[in-house]
């Protein structure tokens, strides 16, 4: 890792609403850590867990820090459970990953050259962004609005989804999940 690596560690939480009991496990960075990252936002980082290497993107947490993921791969290679305490060091990511862009608004965007035109142009982040405020609207209808109004935002050159607050501080949208008792 390089200087600029932030080292702590942290305990597996097992989600509460899990459809696989051991599909996967998160941790909560604590609020020290998280404060040495470039974004309260979305963080695409670089690390290793007890000494696995691994590329993750964090979530804010909306309490002004970040979550971190773990799939049972991770969890397994790195030969950790829920309830272990893990050591991290991670580091912000060189490159933004690129996010996996969901089937409905791959499809909308195919059927807009304009949208899918500047789509290509703006960053992994800004892309990632859009996502993610398409994708925490809780209704189908409030979400197949969103994706229209993206592509006709989009089409009109807006670069960045407006009013969407990365941290999920003020508008809660974004969260940790909540952990199992």
Not at 154 to 172: E, H, I, T
Request: proline share 7%; with cysteine; charged share 30%.
């Amino acid at each position: 890792m390089t200087k600029t690596s932030i080292r702590f560690k942290a305990k597996l939480l097992r989600p509460a609403e899990s459809g696989k009991a051991d599909s996967w496990t998160f941790l909560v960075l604590p609020k020290n850590a998280s404060a040495k990252l470039p974004s309260r936002g979305i963080t695409a980082i670089e690390g290793t867990i007890d000494g696995f290497p691994f590329e993750a993107v964090l979530e804010p947490d909306g309490q002004k820090s970040h979550w971190l993921k773990l799939d049972r791969k991770l969890r397994e290679a790195a030969g950790a459970e829920a309830g272990d305490v893990v050591t991290l060091e991670i580091a912000p990511a060189a490159a933004e990953p690129e996010p996996t862009v969901p089937a409905d608004l791959r499809k909308a965007l195919s059927a807009a050259p304009k949208a899918r035109k500047l789509w290509s142009d703006i960053t992994p982040n800004a892309r990632r962004d859009w996502i993610h405020w398409i994708t925490s609207a809780k209704q189908p209808e409030t979400r197949a609005r969103r994706i229209k109004n993206a592509c006709s935002m989009l089409a009109a050159g807006k670069r960045r989804v407006c009013c969407f607050d990365r941290s999920g501080f003020y508008s809660k949208s974004l969260s940790a999940p909540k952990a199992a008792s």
